[in-house]
């Protein structure tokens, strides 16, 4: 089964509404000494906070409950959902003491050997954008260009995002053609399990996803690609 499957079920759902896990995690992080992460992700901290940024979001740590919180328009909202909750504790709890970009992308269905989809059955992430946008490569351009993407030179439209500094996700989307259907990969460095668990990658995954359909004018107009 696909690790996409377990962050598309967890989409939308509050990260308080699992009670254990969310207890499980702040009190992993309760009473933190941040040097450690600080120095090997160079992050900002002062004397009650972590600070992180995820998809040019501003998290915090809180380093004495574990608890996190996110920058809104309103201030610092600790209502924040499961995938981007787990994203955020998984990085600071797996990065290794030296973790290493590679530079080599690989497909993020095939991670240190680890094949996590079965390719006889629709991942529950890609396959459904993938339909979404089917003749509407412009408008995904553009919901790119909004996200902060940087354009690679890769499939139709192609392009590289940060999720976190250290972690880079790359989307490459071929259109649909009269003997293909419109395909989506992800791409990510062959490393990056040095800073994530491989399961926790499809929480990013749906988050890049998500985050691009909000900015898309096929959400605004209600529009939607073939079925």
Known sequence: MSVNYH?????????????????????????????RLAKILHLKRDTEYLYIEYFQTLYRLG???????????DGWDSELYFNESMAVYHLLYYTKDLPVVSGKWVSSHSIDGVVSRNPNVPDPLLDPFARRYTGHTGELEEACRKLGGEKIAQGD??????????????????????????????????????????????????????KLDARCALAETGADGAE
């Open 157 to 210: 439209v192609g392009y590289e995002f940060e999720a976190f500094p250290c972690l880079h996700l790359r989307l490459v989307f071929w259109d649909a053609d009269e003997d293909f259907p419109a395909q989506v990969q992800i791409l990510v460095d062959q490393n990056v399990t040095d800073f994530l668990h491989y399961e926790t990658v499809g929480c990013v995954i749906s988050d890049l996803l998500e």
């Open 7 to 35: 962050a598309c079920q967890s989409r939308g759902v509050l990260f308080s509404e699992y009670e254990k896990v969310c207890a499980q995690w702040r009190e992993t992080f309760a009473g933190l000494d941040p040097e």
């Open 63 to 73: 380093l004495g409950d574990g608890s996190l919180e996110k920058k809104g328009e």
